[in-house]
Nanobody
């Protein structure tokens, strides 16, 4: 059974940093592309970042490019999202999921975790 457990969110001031973790189970990262998504109240879901199973391909939405970095540890079956220089516009529920491909049109597959809340506020 595919499962994800996200953690690392919290309340941070503008300009601050957070590192999100996504622990996957039921499959190995070696064979799946993993995307990070966020959902803010009243806004559409946004595909923030993605890392391909080969790790040679990463994707970042324009809104986070240069500030967020995605990485993974296959041995721990975990994907990370390092978020720097956070702004209030980054406030959202963040979650990870497998995706068919990395890119601006990526969509999360059915299985996803509960997500982790990121709130950027002074």
């Amino acid at each position: 059974q595919v499962r994800f457990v996200e953690s690392g969110g919290g309340l941070v001031q503008p300009g601050g940093s957070l590192r999100l973790s996504c622990v996957a189970s039921g499959f190995t990262l070696d064979y799946k592309n993993i995307g990070w998504f966020r959902q803010a109240p009243g806004k559409e879901r946004e595909g923030v970042s993605c890392i391909s199973h080969t790790t040679s391909n990463t994707y970042y939405a324009d809104s986070v490019k240069g500030r967020f970095t995605i990485s993974k540890d296959n041995g721990k079956n975990t994907v990370f999202l390092q978020m720097n220089n956070l702004t209030p516009e980054d406030t959202a529920l963040y979650y990870c999921a497998t995706v068919a491909f990395c890119g601006p049109l990526m969509r999360p597959n059915a299985a996803r975790g509960q997500g982790t809340q990121v709130t950027v506020s002074s």
